[in-house]
């Protein structure tokens, strides 16, 4: 990631309307705001989810509330509680989400 050309500025999450993105089951609400080449988002799953794709994406991923489960192409699983994160490059290691009871994110890619 490469930050560059963007000045100080403060985003209002309460003024970006979210957008809901189905899953294999489930679903996401997105709230996404761009800085040129970055996106950055809160991610809100609901209780159930799981992604409907392997992500290939690099990602810095902060876990507000609840618990994301993370699987890896190869096998391994990680569990996110809030506080902890988690950042992967891009094209590093294919992974997916899910989530038993709900979780939302804060989410840099």
């Known amino acids: 990631m490469n ?3 963007i000045p100080f500025g403060v985003t209002d999450w309460s003024s ?8 294999e089951q489930g679903y996401a609400l997105w709230q996404t705001a761009k800085f040129n ?16 794709h392997w992500c290939s994406k690099g990602h810095i991923l902060f876990c507000l509330e609840g ?10 699983t990680f569990v996110l509680t809030p ?3 988690y950042q992967v490059a891009d094209n590093a ?6 989530t038993p009871t709900g979780a939302k994110l804060f989410i840099v890619d």
């Open 37 to 52: 080449d970055i996106r950055v988002r809160i991610v809100e799953y609901s209780p159930g989810y799981m992604a409907d």
């Open 16 to 23: 970006i309307e979210a957008v809901k993105h189905p899953g």
């Open 3 to 5: 930050i560059h050309n």
């Open 83 to 85: 506080g902890t994160s």
């Open 93 to 98: 290691e294919a992974h997916r989400s899910s």
């Open 67 to 76: 618990e994301l489960h993370t699987e890896l192409e190869d096998g391994r």
